[in-house]
């Protein structure tokens, strides 16, 4: 299994990014995908989840309203559509398949003027 995230960076408050995740050595459709981050000293918080076939999701209270998950099936891809960026959204964002405990390397997001 592989994951792998990209699109953090440096974005101001208000802002927006849009994360992605590049998935191998699985049966991507087969399985819920999940989006976590990690801030510096806190634990790690799961932020989004999506269903197999991409119409059933859950987010975390913080987020609702702000972000949205989303996959395509036929790429291999789950993306993490990020607006209204706050300071308290900065933290590593990792990609997850939590029925296969596989995690990417992370992602560092930073909100800050």
């Known amino acids: 299994v592989q994951l792998v995230e990209s699109g953090g960076g440096l974005v101001q408050p208000g802002g927006s990014l849009r994360l992605s995740c590049a998935a191998s050595?699985?049966?991507?459709?087969?399985?819920?995908m999940t989006w976590y981050r990690q801030a510096p000293g806190k634990e790690r918080e799961r932020v989004a989840s999506i269903t197999t076939g991409g119409r059933g999701f859950n987010y975390a209270d913080s987020v609702k309203g702000r972000f949205t998950i989303s996959r395509d099936n036929a790429k291999n891809t789950v993306h993490l559509q990020m607006n209204s960026l706050k300071p308290e959204d900065t933290a590593v964002y990792y990609c997850?398949?939590?029925?296969?405990?596989?995690w990417g390397q992370g992602t560092q997001v930073t909100v800050s003027s």
């Open positions: 997850s398949v939590p029925r296969l405990d596989s």
């Open positions: 050595g699985f049966t991507f459709s087969t399985y819920v």
